[in-house]
């Protein structure tokens, strides 16, 4: 604890900070000192400090090790404080400041003690409101916020301690950063809207008699100016500290407006659409980055989403008539294609789920203007293989798999270099097995330890052809691969141990692009081009599988899953669940854009145990965690050996399943390779997904069968394969409720 808290300055931060110091006991006295004796007396009234003071120097002789002076006044001010700091008190009191900018606090401070003080940890909260003073002092002020702290080389451990310690005590999450970066960051995302809403306020109250336009000003204008209500003298002093950084971004927002005013001005509705549609999906984006972000760094924001939880009862009927969503593989690849190709590529049935939509968002990043989704109807401006710009930030890619490592095989072959990073799960998975046969193609590509994300791409390499033996059967890599051997002068072909989907040699086939396979081997030749092309995305078979299986393990049931890829390389969920004994009818089979298409019709018949054939292994590959559901309902024992990949998907999916099942209580004994199931009563209790959509799927699905509920923890993934999947699971009778924590 804290012996004394000395808060100067009591603005809304200082004295929130009081008071929650005060409220949970975090020092053993709360002095505020503030030049005001009305401000001291109100604080006083308030509960907010234990004692009042006019200045530091009345209490300086008082303080030592143990002690803490926050300075909390306006960010021009702290360089008087700090003298003050200098002057009165000893190297063993620690400091810290709450000014938003902070070069402007470290020069000021370098300067007075002839370099930076090891008491001295500043910091920044970013909490505040439009209130100012201390009449608005908020012990929850802080709560799930973040402060930023930027220590340096010279910060003394136990100053530094001292002051975290206190901060996470107010419910604030801490981080830390560069100098710098804190005050680019935050003239970016902070400082400049502030001063957008502050000139459109006063734009608009300059306009002559302006109370006719407040009082017709709706929910847009409000949202937009809150902010206008703030503190003038701190934002003046921001304005003046942070100088550098905000002149860089005003000027970029001001090219922006000049363009859009420009756009207005000619009638120029593409570029009016195009500006729109990327802002809005940035923003949506945004929502889904903060929130990956708190994952992997214990950072949490304002706008991290709640935890979903699926809780199912069991029972119900799975009957029903339905189209799951796009296939995932393919609508990734249409984005990638589309972009790459010349002219304008039309997708329909496009996948509106989180993992292609990350690959959406890299290529707009990347400069490609696309339109949509709009109920699936994605419209991509193709920039021809050599169109893409460098991204002016690391491409985020989610939770996708799919999107980092048939991309990194793409970037490997562009003028310019690129990051890919990814959320806690993708962050974990391995990319060494696209890494190493790019780097046998010249690609020069660091990874992080033990070949993890994030990726680091050096462009401007010249990439050159090979033929590649792929140690594991693995359409990512066949088609990372394939994607550089585009950029390539000469035949790249890679031979896979077993066949995978092949959606990549087939698309590219429909884009004009010339791919050849015999048979297990897939080759193109590199310096052609791509034709834009219209893409129609059937259902996916991996979405449709929870459903197929739904229908196998209840009696009397009876599901018709329409227009879903049948690709041969994708049906091995139709050939296991038919060794099994379930009943599984094919209609209207056609062919949509080279990719095979059908109704599914499932009905229940009794299951038996089977062992699985290996062969069948990477035609079902996504789909073993609802086919495990299937195998605990059947009679007798399912066997799957030759399955490790399975360890390596969004979560390890063999001891995901073994343990959801176990608590389950079915006789699930995983190995290294696969998983031993014998079939008996699903019982019911909690499981957890492991972040993973399938897992959190699969256990739905078996709740169909239970003896009771089934909690099924971290449902959010979901939406990054099936954002339906809630709706459609009730829809056939599914008994699902939405729990948060
Ligand atoms: C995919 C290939 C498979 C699959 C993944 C999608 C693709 O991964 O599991 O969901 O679209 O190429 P692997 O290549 O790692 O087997």
Redesign the pocket.
Known sequence: MINRLVVIGLGLIGSSLAAVARKHGLAQQVVGISRRESTLEIALQMGVVDRAEPSLAAIASELGAGDLVVIGVPTLTVPAVLQDCFELLSADVSITDVASVKSSVVEAAEAIYSGMPAQLVPGHPIAGSEKSGVTAANSELFVEHRIILTPNKKTGAEHFKLVSDLWAATGAIVSTMDVQEHDEILAATSHLPHFLAYSLVDTLASMGDNSEIFRYAAGGFRDFTRIAASDPVMWRDIALANREAILTILDQVMDNFKEMRSAIDAGDQDYLMATFTRARDARNHFGKILESKALQTGIQSPMTEKTINYLISPGGNAQGDLRVPGDK?MS?RSIMLGSLAEGLTEVTGFLEGEDSLATLQSFRDMGVQIEGPDQGRVVIHGVGLHGLKAPSKPLYLGNS??SIRLLSGLLAGQSFDTELTGDASLSGRPMSRVADPLREMGALIETAEGGRPPLKIKGGQSLVPINYKMPMA????K?CVLLAGLYTDGQTSVVEPAP??DHTERMLRGFGYQVTTEGSKASLSGGGSLTANRIDVPADISSAAFFMVAAAIVRGSDITLRHVGVNPTRVGVINILRQMGTSIELSNEIEVGGEPVADIRVRYAPLKGINIPEDQIPLA??EFPVLFVAAACADGVTVLTGAE?LRV?ESDRIRSMADGLATLSIDAQPTADGIRIVGGQIGSGEVQSHDDHRIAMAFTIAALRASGDILVHEANNVATSFPNFVGLAQQVGIKLALTES
């Open positions: 593989s990734h798999g799919t693995s359409a990512q890599v088609s995978t989907r590959i996504d990949e998907k």
